[in-house]
């Protein structure tokens, strides 16, 4: 959608990770309903000059740069007012906060726009069409999220990891619930794999601009993986995943309880919850489903 200045120059700069980009498409009124949201861009000049809020921009604090959705025409249908603009994070006004987690990590920030003003050149595609714009970045995004390899690469370490665990005098990987379980999702993982080059074939074939609406299908199902995973690692630490240390342990220098390795599992875990939350929650994706690959609308219901 970007003009082939705007590929020139960007393009090489993303490959080479010489910028980094974020996301800026939630607000605090506008997160499943992203289509209401209020961040400004008035026309002056040139330029345009933003106001407005992001909220839940992830890794903003490391970000050169951010695509965003500003409100182009607040007169128009909602969907149809919305612009697709890159900004850069070191213009004046850009402020960005980040948001402390209950797991101590800003892996979240707030980006606050004052009268930032930015080059109309830097306008993705045409004015007022962004929501097709984010549409096509979000369905490409729910590829990807999927996080076949990630998923992989923690079965391998599950498997891993629990021939090290004994349970009773038994490894953990030769106890016949645990294969079940851990089967189970491998068979879900091949499915979900089979389904991703399905959409990925199937991507040459659809029209410049559009994309497929399986792609729910696969942050869905990607995310379920993902967290069958992360419990799959908890029930390999088992007793691991909490253990109490007490003060004086810590003032003592008590070694800590269990494995080095169980350290990172749970507070993993935790932060997996998000999974099913961000690029859309799995709610939405489900409403995307039942219209766009199942063809019911809401009064079918
Ligand atoms: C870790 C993390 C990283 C993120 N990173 C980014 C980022 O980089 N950039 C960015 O722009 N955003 C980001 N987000 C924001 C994310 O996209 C939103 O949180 C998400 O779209 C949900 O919006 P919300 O939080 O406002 O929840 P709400 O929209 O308020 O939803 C609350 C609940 O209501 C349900 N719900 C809402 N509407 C419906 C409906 N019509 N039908 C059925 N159920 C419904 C939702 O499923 C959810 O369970 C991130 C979020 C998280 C958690």
Redesign the pocket.
Known sequence: FGTEKQKEYFLPRIVNVDDWW?????EPD?????ASLKTRAVRDGDHYVVNGQ???????QYSDWIFCLVRTDPDAKKQLGISFLLIDLKTPGVTVRPIQLFDGYH??CEVFFDNVRVPIENRVGEENRGWEYAKFVLGNGRVTIACVGLSKERIRRIKELAARTRIGGERLIDCADFRKKVAAVEVQLKALEMTQLRVVANSTKLQKGAQDPASSILKIKGSEIQQATAELLMDVIGPYALPYQSEDDFRRKEPPIGPEWAGPIAPAYFNGR?VP????????Q??IIAKAVLGLSSKSA
Not at 22 to 26: L, Q, V
Not at 54 to 60: C, E, P, V
């Open positions: 974020c996301e800026g498409f939630s506008a997160g499943s309903d992203l992001k909220i839940w921009t992830s890794l903003a892996e979240v998000k939350i961000y690029s859309g929650s799995d709610e939405i489900k409403n």
